[in-house]
């Protein structure tokens, strides 16, 4: 199993940190991993995006053009990377802020309203681990006890109290992501 | 070794050097590399190990702050990125001329001047043909993963002591900026002074015990002293290429065709195999591990099995130069590359082997 | 009768005036008689000597005239590129913080072209001694202007007079590094004069002494002449440093804290 994924969106939305917890949570089953961000000036509400792959093998190369799934989190990301999933492969996005849909047929795609679940939840920061849960729930490359141990990996210790806010966050995804 | 850790290249080339026991770190940050600086001033590694981490007020300094403790025979290193390193040529030729043993790492961006602060490698001319002044060498490594940039500090300390000479850890803002898997091994412990005593008699730290004077210095007034130590280095350069080349070949048993890639570019070869031979492609990949010393005889013996070479590098063509002198003409030898940032993709790669090598 | 006494009838403890420390070689200097540079060499190691140091101290030498200082001081030397000795002490003092570390640098070296590694070495607080030897000249490459050259001085390279608007105005480096918090001890002496010998050496053991309690930087300038650079005789150029060199850079402690 090789799995290549973009995360694309905002900087300040999680994006470096979701791919962060994948990959993680990809380490704690054995499985071979790479996080490749854009890099530069982006501050907060600059583009920022995350190529992560989780995969059996070794990894060639950790930068890619085309993409088993793109998770798209702003309408720039949509514009850039829906032509990039392979033919086959999944699309998954948050509609908050799209005005162009996706429009491809030969690709799955599903939606996953995170920003307004987050918003209703009174836990803006858990926006990506929305993301992540309804990601997760369409391809469940790595086991939910994994992304759990992942996610403990991932926080520095003082961060270590957020666990269960982010876990609630995580196990609404899994619910709320809707197959278009 | 350690439990199984994600990390970014630059924050592992930090954690390895505390591990290997460094004893100074002196640094100027520049983008894409201070996460380095970042990593080893938060880890607070004075206590850790009595390490030394010093944000210098440039590369000048900081390549002349590592002279200095390398002169007292200590394991001192920095890190920069390409513009940092224009600036510290001056130090490394110095270093080499002084016969000191330190580690330079390099996150090599787009140039030329300010360029980009994207990945590139267009740097090696730089590095292994002498950035600076004089007839000198840096030992190279080229490090293609996270594990690597982890594995080649202690590796290049080990070199750099071994020939008493500058060592360089050659890499690129992809090596640097991504994470990955990595394991470090246990904590080796600094030398204590009594044994930079015992193991670098050359080392000034004081006439200890009444003992002759120690002198590190490049100048030489005489020619004639100057010409027997440029034999003397060049003697040493010839046992490094005797020695110390690394390569990796991937996929070449059967390989009808060769890419020749290190760093970052290797890694995208890699995937661009996977794409040439589900095609029917056979084409193998050789990595060099050591672009100083230069693995000229492994891609030499390579041209009796393969038809033609590619050699794929973030830049307008430099290594390519190194594979042709390696071939001399008996295969057809090209260069592939993106420039000023951009990463080639393994598309462009399998693209370029088929219009260049294969069908050229 | 003559030819009866021997040399070892004259050398005799009691008969000696004068003894050179052992911690200068014999290799012969390789300054122009009437430098400066041969005194404050020996006095810089006279008080390594006397304060019994040797086996701890590390001397960096510069580019300029003193490059080849360390063939002279008989104690562990490195030779740094030209400006960057405050750089090369700070690495080595870090890593060996109870060594005794001391720069000497001319006037191009530590006021022009090493002028942000003297700063910053200085900020820092690093804890170290500088030597200065100010000649207002580039002597080794043959008497080129410096920072330090005083308005209206010739030289190969203001061969008509230094002016201010061409060149500014003559670098007081020595009042720049006092105002730093890193520095806590600066003075300026000369070594033109048995007495003024005796002053500079004092302060100079002073500032390897300040060494003992790591509180910053010891900076001594030393304003010297340069007989060859500045065409003179050495008589006649320690008159000329007494009369134009003194008034722009006045001797005396600035700052000891």
Redesign the interface.
């Given at each position: 199993m090789t799995e290549e994924i973009i995360i694309a969106g905002f900087g300040g939305q999680g994006v470096l940190s979701m791919g962060?917890i994948l990959?993680?949570s990809g380490?704690m089953q054995d499985q071979?991993?790479?996080?490749?961000?854009s890099?530069?000036?982006e501050m907060r509400g600059g583009t920022a995006n995350v190529t992560v792959i989780v995969s059996d093998e070794r990894?060639?190369?950790?930068?890619?053009?085309d993409y088993d799934t793109a998770i798209i989190l702003n309408q720039q990301s949509m514009d850039k990377f829906e032509s990039t999933v392979k033919p086959g492969g999944t699309l998954l996005y948050d509609p908050n802020g799209i005005i162009k849909h996706p429009t491809r047929t030969d690709i799955n795609i599903y939606k996953v309203a995170a920003a307004k679940e987050a918003a209703d939840m009174g836990n803006p920061r858990g926006f990506n681990m929305i993301v992540l849960g309804a990601y997760l729930k369409v391809k469940p490359i790595v086991k939910m006890e994994n992304v759990s141990k992942g996610l403990k990996?991932?926080l520095p210790e003082r961060h270590h109290h957020t666990i269960p806010m982010n876990e609630k966050a995580f196990a609404r995804g899994l619910e709320i992501v809707e197959a278009i | 070794m350690s439990e199984?850790r994600?990390m970014k290249g630059n924050e592992a080339i930090g954690e390895a050097a505390i591990l290997c026991g460094a004893?100074?770190y002196?640094a100027y940050p520049i983008?894409?590399q201070s996460e380095i600086v970042e990593y080893l001033t938060l880890q607070q590694p004075e206590k850790r190990t009595g390490m030394?981490v010093?944000q210098?007020?440039?590369e000048?300094?900081?390549i002349?702050?590592?002279?200095?403790?390398?002169?007292?025979g200590?394991r001192?290193f920095t890190t920069s990125s390409s513009p940092g390193m224009s600036l510290m040529q001056?130090?490394l030729s110095?270093i080499a001329g002084?016969e000191l043993p330190c580690v330079v790492v390099n996150v090599v961006r787009g140039g030329p001047g300010l360029g980009t602060?994207?990945p590139s490698q267009a740097d090696y001319f730089q590095t292994v043909k002498g950035g600076g002044h004089g007839d000198y060498k840096l030992i190279t490594l080229a490090p293609a993963s996270v594990q690597e940039m982890a594995d080649f500090v202690p590796l290049a300390f080990e070199l750099a002591f071994k020939y008493r000479n500058p060592a360089m850890i050659l890499t690129d803002?992809?090596i640097g900026?991504?994470?990955?898997?990595v394991q470090f091994p246990e904590q080796t412990p600094r030398l204590t002074?009594e044994e930079i005593t015992e193991k670098y008699p050359w080392a000034?730290?004081?006439?200890?015990?009444?003992r002759e004077?120690?002198?590190?210095?490049?100048?030489n007034?005489k020619s004639e002293l100057q010409e027997q130590f440029n034999i003397k280095l060049q003697a040493k350069y010839r046992e490094v290429e005797k020695n110390e080349v690394r390569y990796e070949k991937i996929q070449c048993d059967d390989a009808e065709y060769l890419f020749v890639a290190y760093g970052?570019s290797a890694?995208?070869c890699?995937?661009t195999?996977?794409l040439a031979r589900a095609e029917g492609i056979k084409v193998g990949l050789l990595r060099p591990i050591t672009l100083y010393p230069y693995p000229y005889k492994a891609i030499d013996d390579m041209t009796s099995q393969v038809k033609g070479i590619l050699s794929v590098e973030m830049s307008a063509g430099q290594m390519v130069e190194d594979v042709r002198l390696a071939v001399n003409g008996k295969v057809k030898v090209e260069h592939y590359g993106r420039m000023g940032g951009m990463?080639s993709?393994?598309?462009e790669i399998l693209e370029a082997l088929k219009t260049k090598i294969i069908e050229g | 009768m003559a030819e009866n006494i021997k040399l070892e009838d004259i050398i005799k403890e009691e008969n000696k005036v004068f003894i050179k420390t052992p911690l200068l070689t014999d290799n012969e200097l390789s300054y122009c008689p009437g430098c400066g540079h041969g005194v404050a060499h020996r006095i810089t190691m006279e008080v390594i000597e006397e304060m019994g140091?040797?086996?701890?101290?590390?001397g960096?030498?510069p580019v300029g005239c003193s490059?080849?200082a360390?063939e002279f001081m008989?104690?562990?030397?490195?030779?740094?590129?030209h400006g960057?000795a405050p750089?090369?002490?700070?690495?080595?003092?870090?890593?060996?913080p109870n060594?005794?570390v001391f720069t000497y640098q001319g006037d191009g070296d530590l006021a022009a072209i090493g002028t942000?590694?003297t700063i910053?070495a200085c900020n820092r607080g690093e804890n170290i001694t500088i030597i200065f030897i100010n000649n207002g000249i580039y002597g080794m490459t043959g008497g080129q202007m410096a920072p330090t050259t005083l308005p209206g001085m010739k030289t190969s390279t203001s061969p008509y007079g230094r002016t201010q608007e061409l060149a500014g105005h003559p670098l007081k480096m020595t009042e720049i590094v006092a105002t730093l918090p890193g520095v806590r001890f600066v003075a300026r002496h000369a070594v033109d004069t048995p007495a003024r010998v005796r002053k500079a050496k004092k302060a100079i053991r002073k500032a390897f002494e300040n060494q003992n309690d790591n509180k910053g930087v010891s900076f001594i300038e030393i304003v010297s002449n340069c007989n060859s650079g500045w065409k003179m005789t050495p008589r006649k150029s320690n008159e000329w440093m007494v009369e134009n060199m003194f008034p722009y850079y006045p001797l005396g402690v600035l700052k000891d804290e």
């Open positions: 962060k990959a993680y380490i071979e991993v790479s996080w490749m961000p890099y530069g000036p990894i060639s190369s950790p930068l890619l053009t990996k991932s | 199984i994600l004893d100074a002196y983008t894409p030394v010093l210098a007020e440039s000048v300094a900081s002349n702050m590592v002279y200095g403790a390398a002169a007292g200590k001192s001056e130090g110095y002084a602060i994207q803002g992809v900026q991504m994470m990955e898997k002074d000034t730290f004081g006439r200890k015990g009444g004077r120690n002198i590190i210095t490049s100048l007034l970052s890694r995208t890699q995937k195999i996977e990463v993709s393994p598309g | 140091i040797m086996e701890d101290t590390i960096i030498a490059v080849l360390y008989n104690i562990d030397m490195q030779q740094a590129a960057r750089a090369v002490a700070t690495g080595l003092k870090r890593v060996y060594k005794y942000a590694e910053h």
